[in-house]
T-cell receptor
Framework: KQEVTQIPAALSVPEGENLVLNCSFTDSAIYNLQWFRQDPGKGLTSLLLIQSSQREQTSGRLNASLDKSSGRSTLYIAASQPGDSATYLCAVPPINTGTASKLTFGTGTRLQVTL | EAQVTQNPRYLITVTGKKLTVTCSQNMNHEYMSWYRQDPGLGLRQIYYSMNVEVTDKGDVPEGYKVSRKEKRNFPLILESPSPNQTSLYFC?????????????FGPGTRLLVL
C-alpha cells in the first residue's frame, strides 16, 4: 500500500527566505505527483503536477522536482512571502489503483512565513 | 466561474440523524470523488465516480453512500452518522477519469456529529 510522508510537519521562516518542502513515497510506480496548497477554511488548490517521466516543473516562484527511483519529491519556494503561509500537500496516484485519478495524500507541511 | 461547490459548509448534527452533503461541479468533469481529512491522517478517499451511474469505494467507505445520477452532482450520504464521522469533507473533480490531470477541490464541509 502506498504511503506518502511529508517532513517537516510544520515550518516557520522569515520573509524572503528560500525554502524546500519534502515529500517521500514508498511505491515508485506512480502516474504523476501533484503538489497542492490548502488555506484555512478553503479547499485545496493545485500548484504543480509532475508527470512520472518528468524531473521537474516550474510555476513562478515554485519549482517541484521528482526522483521516482528514490521515491522523493521536493517543492522549492523562492523568496518566500507572508502570502505563502498555508499547508502544502503532495499526492500521488499509484499505478496499481488502475487510474491516474485516485490520489494518495501526504499529511502536509504547515508553512508560516513571518514578517 | 469554474468551480466545485459543497453544501452545507458547516454542519452540527446528532448521532443517527441522516444527512446529505451535496457536491456540484460546473466544468463537465467525468471523475468526482469524496475525501475526508483528519488530523494526523491526511486526506483519505471515501468514494469515487468515474462517470454517471459508475461509483466505487475508496479507502474508507464504511458508513457512507453516494450516488451519481447526473454528471454535475455527487452527493455524499450518511444514513446514520456517528461521532467518528466528525471530520472535514472535500469533494473533488477532474476532467477525464484516468487521465493525468489535476483535480479541483470544493471548499470543504466541516461536520460535527454529537
Amino acid at each position: 500500500k502506498q504511503e506518502v510522508t511529508q517532513i517537516p510537519a510544520a515550518l516557520s521562516v522569515p520573509e524572503g527566505e528560500n525554502l524546500v518542502l519534502n515529500c517521500s513515497f514508498t511505491d515508485s510506480a506512480i502516474y504523476n505527483l501533484q503538489w497542492f496548497r490548502q488555506d484555512p477554511g478553503k479547499g485545496l488548490t493545485s500548484l504543480l503536477l509532475i508527470q512520472s517521466s518528468q524531473r521537474e516543473q516550474t510555476s513562478g516562484r515554485l519549482n517541484a522536482s521528482l526522483d521516482k527511483s528514490s521515491g522523493r519529491s521536493t517543492l522549492y519556494i523562492a523568496a518566500s512571502q507572508p502570502g505563502d503561509s498555508a499547508t502544502y500537500l503532495c499526492a500521488v496516484p499509484p499505478i496499481n489503483t488502475g487510474t491516474a485519478s485516485k490520489l494518495t495524500f501526504g499529511t502536509g507541511t504547515r508553512l508560516q512565513v513571518t514578517l | 466561474e469554474a468551480q466545485v461547490t459543497q453544501n452545507p459548509r458547516y454542519l452540527i448534527t446528532v448521532t443517527g440523524k441522516k444527512l446529505t452533503v451535496t457536491c456540484s461541479q460546473n466544468m463537465n468533469h467525468e471523475y468526482m470523488s469524496w475525501y475526508r481529512q483528519d488530523p494526523g491522517l491526511g486526506l483519505r478517499q471515501i468514494y469515487y465516480s468515474m462517470n454517471v451511474e459508475v461509483t466505487d469505494k475508496g479507502d474508507v467507505p464504511e458508513g457512507y453512500k453516494v450516488s451519481r445520477k447526473e454528471k454535475r452532482n455527487f452527493p455524499l450520504i450518511l444514513e446514520s452518522p456517528s461521532p467518528n464521522q466528525t471530520s472535514l469533507y472535500f469533494c473533488a473533480s477532474t476532467p477525464l477519469a484516468g487521465r493525468q490531470e489535476t483535480q479541483y477541490f470544493g471548499p470543504g464541509t466541516r461536520l460535527l456529529v454529537l
